[in-house]
């Protein structure tokens, strides 16, 4: 049995991934309470006709704080029954959130008259922390659409429970570093397409760059060594039992170089793996 635990901050996409994966087969349960997780664990292990049903349940900070600072012990309950157990946590940034409730004028679970938005939001983070912390994976959705957001839950978790998920991110150091990769490579060092005239409009998925890039030897060669490195390393990971990893790559405006690189990357690794996904962070393709 495999059991995905969903949980974050409100306003971060929640409801989203639950519903992504009810929609793929999953038996869903949002905002269940804590209290109720072990017994529920227990329930469908004693009566589930299925050995491979998945189920995900939503786990919120309207839960009692006492309960929530129960989850290590919760969590240690619920693996004793052999269940495969994944924690996903949904995150964003300050400012973002409050964008989001400020446009969708919902209410937060944990605002009132004499507590404001803002403080709400920090009250929150501070109750799931004991949940954030065991997280198996965290998804950022600080800059990441609806429709980015479905398709990231898709390829990472509708998959065998027991397969390493890889996922390799382009992105641009103007932009912030990936607040949840595993490895960063920094490429700003290789030749860069932007000062070709011809090129600057075009991006790593394009032929013209793709030719450029490959032509270069010291692309060529800081290629192999990220190869050869994660080829040596990913596999110690899978020993340790992951399910997770998240390698990110970064050029200066992560137009180019990083979405050449993660994209032969990922070809290599998708002959060998059943889970590869890549992302784009600053192209509007999203995850391929």
């Not at 990769?181 to 490429?187: E, L, N």
């Not at 860069?192 to 005239?197: I, L, R, S, T, Y």
């Not at 040596?232 to 390698?247: A, C, D, G, Q």
Request: aromatic share 8%.
């Amino acid at each position: 049995m495999r059991l995905v635990i969903i949980s974050g901050l409100s306003g971060s996409g929640k409801s989203i991934a639950l519903n992504t994966l009810e929609d793929t087969g999953f038996y869903c349960i949002d905002n269940l309470p804590m209290g109720l997780l072990s017994a529920f664990a227990r329930h469908v292990t004693e009566t589930q006709t299925a050995a491979s049903q998945h189920y995900a349940v939503g786990i919120d900070a309207r839960n009692s704080p006492k309960d929530l600072t129960r989850f290590p012990t919760i969590l240690q309950e619920i693996t004793a029954r052999d269940i495969h157990c994944e924690i996903l946590a949904l995150d964003a940034e300050h400012a973002t959130l409050l964008k989001r409730f400020s446009e969708t004028r919902r209410r937060h679970p944990l605002s009132g008259p004499d507590i404001p938005l803002s403080e709400a939001i920090e009250r929150e983070r501070v109750l799931l922390k004991p949940i954030l912390e065991r997280a198996d994976l965290i998804i950022d959705t600080t800059r990441t659409t609806v429709h980015q957001l479905r398709d990231l839950v898709r390829k990472r978790l509708v998959r065998e429970p027991y397969s390493l998920s890889l996922l390799f991110e382009s992105f641009g150091y103007k932009q912030g570093l990936p607040p949840n990769a595993d490895y960063v490579f920094d490429v700003r060092c290789l030749p860069n397409p932007h000062w070709e005239p011809e090129l600057r409009s075009l991006t790593g998925l394009d032929t013209a760059v793709i030719s450029y890039l490959a032509a270069q030897q010291d692309v060529e060669r800081y290629y192999r060594q990220v190869e050869d490195f994660l080829d040596e390393w990913i596999p110690h990971f899978e020993r340790e039992n992951r399910s997770y990893l998240t390698v990110a790559i970064g050029c200066t405006g992560g137009q180019h170089r990083s979405v050449y690189l993660a994209n032969r990357l990922a070809d290599h690794f998708r002959t060998r793996r059943a889970s590869v996904t890549i992302r784009h962070r600053e192209l509007a393709h999203g995850c391929v």
